[in-house]
């Protein structure tokens, strides 16, 4: 059996509400703090740049991020049809 476009919920409404975290204080992406660090070598004292980051999180709602879009944009569509060729899949 294949699947189409319509066939797939590509969107769950329970997320309509959620803000996500784009970026804290001055690290367009979000800085992890699972980095490792050596004792006495952090020159840019990242480490605590991060931790401080931590303290700024900037979030992005549905105002910031525009209207949703749940259509399966080309890129995705072609992964896809890639690997249901490689799995002998009907598309």
Avoid at 49 to 67: F, P, Q, S, T, Y
């Amino acid at each position: 059996m294949s699947l189409t476009n319509d066939d797939i919920s590509w969107y769950n409404r329970v997320y309509d509400g959620v803000q996500i975290i784009d970026s804290c204080d001055e690290f367009s992406n979000v800085p992890l703090l699972g980095f490792f660090f050596q004792e006495g070598k952090d020159p840019q004292n990242l480490k605590d740049r991060m931790v401080r980051a931590w303290r700024k999180v900037h979030r992005k709602g549905r105002n910031e991020l525009g209207a949703k879009n749940c259509v399966a944009l080309e890129h995705y569509t072609s992964w896809v049809r890639k690997r249901a060729l490689e799995y002998r899949m009907p598309y």
